[in-house]
């Protein structure tokens, strides 16, 4: 879960939210006409993945990425054009979380306010490449944590054989600092960047890597 301060909206995000977002209210809130087809989001995807680092919110890996809706548009209509409420995600991340939003909520990737934020609610299993609840977290937001891990299927194959890579790749930089510590040094600094790609697993490998 890739922790991100989006910083201000774009400008001409407001005049669009103005104009748009009462027909999903209507629509969603209160039974009144069709289902709105406006989709002006994708006209800020650029914009929020430059605010992401071109990384996907929710795996961390990097990616083309679409506009995804924190909070679903069918139960949070009043929300499809807040900026705070898009996560910049990949395909597979967005497909898999679609409008699911259970009884706790998902863990939030962005919010800097919340108890449970990333990478402080995750865990990994640097052998299999696995994300795991924190277990030092309490019971409810554990877990919070593991219903945000199933539901986007974080730990599908094909995300696991990432993070693999990623471990593998830090294991190098291990050995590689054996004989030259400063390059090593120069190329993890730009692993543990916030906008990096797997920052919360290069984070999490250094607590338990590195003395």
């Not at 900026?83 to 800097?112: A, L, M, V």
Request: aromatic share 10%.
């Amino acid at each position: 879960m890739h922790l991100v301060n989006r910083g201000v909206e774009p400008t001409g995000l407001a005049p669009i939210r103005a104009r748009y977002t009462q027909a999903w209210i209507d629509h969603y809130r209160n039974g009144v006409g069709r289902r709105p087809t406006d989709k002006r989001w994708v006209d800020f995807v650029n914009d929020l993945g430059v605010r992401f680092g071109g990384c996907c919110g929710y795996c961390e890996g990097m990616c083309k990425g679409v506009v995804d809706h924190y909070r679903p548009k069918s139960r949070f209509p009043r929300l499809v054009y807040s900026w705070d409420n898009w996560i910049f995600s990949c395909h597979d991340c967005n497909q898999s979380k679609g409008s699911q939003w259970p009884r706790s909520g998902f863990t939030d990737p962005c919010s800097p306010v919340s108890f449970c934020t990333a990478p402080s609610c995750f865990a990994f299993d640097l052998k299999t490449g696995e994300v795991l609840p924190n277990p030092n977290l309490s019971a409810r937001h554990r877990l919070r944590a593991k219903v945000t891990i199933n539901a986007l299927g974080l730990n599908l194959s094909f995300h696991l054989r990432s993070r693999l890579a990623h471990i593998n790749h830090l294991d190098a930089l291990v050995l590689l600092a054996k004989h030259d510590a400063r390059e090593a040094a120069n190329r993890l600094a730009r692993l543990i960047l916030p906008d990096a790609p797997f920052y919360s697993l290069t984070r999490f490998y250094i607590d338990q890597q590195l003395p």
